[in-house]
C-alpha cells in the first residue's frame, strides 16, 4: 500500500502568520492527492482536492501545490478556526491512505 | 444537500456483534464508493474499506480485511460496518464517507461519526 508521510507532528504558529504543511508519498499518486482538516470533536472537512482545488467554501488563504511524491498545504494568515489537525489522502490506489496528520497549534 | 446521518453512539462488552449503519440522501446512492474511517481515542484517521453500492464491489485496508465486514442496502440508502466478535481494542469513533465521482476521488462528505466503546 502507499504510505503517506506528514511533516512535521506538530507546528506552533501565531495567528496571522503563515503555515506550510508537507505530505510525501511512498510512490508516486499523481495529483490524487486531497488534504482535510479536523477541528477538536469534529468530523474531517475536505480543504483541497486534486493537489491544488479548493473545496467549496474554502478561503482563499488555503493553497495546496505539488504532484507525484511532494505535497505542500499552505495556509497564508492563520485565523483562529485553522488550529486544528490537518491530514492528507491519497486517493490514486486501493487501499486508499491517510498520513497521519500534521496539528496547527497556536505559538 | 448531500447529507450521511450515522447510528448512535455504542457501549459493548468484548465478544459482543455490532452493526452501525449510515444513510446517504441527496444524491444518487449506488454510483458513489462510501466506507469507513476509523479514529482511536487521540490518534489519527485510518481508512478501513469502502463499498460500491451499484455492484457491491467491496475494497478493504489490509489491516481490516478479515476483522470487519461492510456492506449496503440500496433498497434503504444505507451503509453498514460490522464486528461479529468485538475487541477492547475497536473502541474508536467510526467516521462514514462519500468518495466524489471521478476524475476526483475524494471525500468529499462526512458523517458525523459514531463513537463505539468496547469494555468489560
Known amino acids: 500500500e502507499i504510505v503517506m508521510t506528514q511533516s512535521p507532528a506538530t507546528l506552533s504558529v501565531s495567528p496571522g502568520e503563515r503555515a506550510t504543511l508537507s505530505c510525501r508519498a511512498s510512490?508516486?499518486?499523481?495529483?490524487?492527492l486531497a488534504w482535510y482538516r479536523q477541528k477538536y470533536g469534529q468530523a474531517p472537512r475536505l480543504i483541497i482536492y486534486?493537489?491544488?482545488t479548493r473545496a467549496a467554501g474554502i478561503p482563499a488563504r488555503f493553497s495546496g501545490s505539488g504532484s507525484r511524491t511532494e505535497f505542500t498545504l499552505t495556509i497564508s494568515s492563520l485565523q483562529s478556526e485553522d488550529f486544528a489537525v490537518y491530514y492528507c489522502?491519497?486517493?490514486?490506489?486501493?487501499?486508499?491512505?491517510f498520513g497521519q496528520g500534521t496539528k496547527v497549534e497556536i505559538k | 444537500e448531500v447529507q450521511l446521518v450515522q447510528s448512535g453512539a455504542e457501549v459493548k462488552k468484548p465478544g459482543e456483534s455490532l452493526k452501525i449503519s449510515c444513510k446517504g440522501s441527496g444524491y444518487s446512492f449506488t454510483r458513489h464508493w462510501i466506507g469507513w474511517v476509523r479514529q482511536m481515542p487521540g490518534k489519527g484517521l485510518e481508512w478501513m474499506g469502502f463499498?460500491?453500492?451499484?455492484?457491491?464491489?467491496?475494497r478493504y485496508s489490509p489491516s481490516f480485511q478479515g476483522q470487519v465486514i461492510i456492506s449496503a442496502d440500496n433498497s434503504i440508502n444505507t451503509a453498514y460496518l460490522q464486528w461479529s466478535s468485538l475487541k477492547a481494542s475497536d473502541t474508536a469513533m467510526y467516521y462514514c464517507?462519500?468518495?466524489?465521482?471521478?476524475?476526483?476521488?475524494?471525500?468529499?462528505?462526512w458523517g458525523q461519526g459514531t463513537l463505539v466503546t468496547v469494555s468489560s
Open positions: 489522502q491519497q486517493y490514486n490506489d486501493w487501499p486508499r491512505t
Open positions: 463499498i460500491y453500492p451499484g455492484d457491491s464491489d467491496t
Open positions: 510512490q508516486s499518486v499523481g495529483s490524487d
Open positions: 486534486s493537489a491544488s
Open positions: 464517507a462519500r468518495e466524489e465521482l471521478l476524475p476526483s476521488a475524494h471525500l468529499g462528505d
